[in-house]
T-cell receptor, first 111, second 111 residues
Framework: EADIYQTPRYLVIGTGKKITLECSQTMGHDKMYWYQQDPGMELHLIHYSYGVNSTEKGDLSSESTVSRIRTEHFPLTLESARPSHTSQYLC??????????FGQGTRLTVV | GENVEQHPSTLSVQEGDSAVIKCTYSDSASNYFPWYKQELGKRPQLIIDIRSNVGEKKDQRIAVTLNKTAKHFSLHITETQPEDSAVYFCAASGGSYIPTFGRGTSLIVHP
């Protein structure tokens, strides 16, 4: 079934560790996005991509990086996790000018 | 860039009442306006959308209206039910294809 898959769903990690949040989609959509969201709160755009080899920073200042080597894969990396990074991270994909489809999210806790 | 304002931030109604959530946008080039519903612990999902060449769209108990001149659009839910309780997000997108979200409205429907 076409969907967006995020792994892990939950992650607890120590301060200073490097982590990568995985996002894969089987929908074939060009545009992909990463949002940071505290539960039930505002969606903050942190990175987006128009397609392969395209990555842009969003509105929210973030100490993370992304890559888009393949259409279906859009991982987000935190080089050095801090307690302020504790949040939920949502990956989304779309064709642009149409519905955005969201993954289930990764709940990150940095201790 | 685009700026989307959403009101109210919290809306409490009795079961059976109607609920209205309003959004305004700033970029006259925006032409696609989706509404997402996010239930507790779940991902945002599209419930209805409207394009700039249409003034109103209905789907059973929900409807969206768009006033391009005033740059505002609204979500209307009639005969609310407890399962309508969730956070609702409006969004706007245009030439950049990057959706800009409102801050969300927490709708509480009391039985």
């Amino acid at each position: 079934e076409a969907d967006i898959y995020q792994t892990p769903r939950y992650l607890v990690i120590g301060t200073g560790k490097k982590i990568t949040l995985e996002c894969s989609q089987t929908m074939g959509h060009d545009k992909m996005y990463w949002y940071q969201q505290d539960p039930g709160m505002e969606l903050h755009l942190i990175h987006y991509s128009y397609g392969v080899n395209s990555t842009e920073k969003g509105d929210l200042s973030s100490e993370s990086t992304v890559s888009r080597i393949r259409t279906e894969h859009f991982p987000l990396t935190l080089e050095s996790a801090r307690p302020s990074h504790t949040s939920q991270y949502l990956c989304a994909a779309g064709q642009g000018g149409t519905e955005a489809f969201f993954g289930q999210g990764t709940r990150l806790t940095v201790v | 860039g685009e700026n989307v304002e959403q009101h109210p931030s919290t809306l409490s109604v009795q079961e059976g009442d109607s609920a209205v959530i309003k959004c305004t946008y700033s970029d006259s080039a925006s032409n696609y306006f989706p509404w997402y519903k996010q239930e507790l612990g779940k991902r945002p999902q599209l419930i209805i959308d409207i394009r700039s060449n249409v003034g109103e769209k209905k789907d059973q108990r929900i409807a969206v209206t768009l006033n391009k001149t005033a740059k505002h659009f609204s979500l209307h839910i009639t005969e609310t039910q407890p399962e309508d309780s969730a956070v609702y997000f409006c969004a706007a997108s245009g030439g950049s294809y990057i959706p800009t979200f409102g801050r969300g409205t927490s709708l509480i429907v009391h039985p």
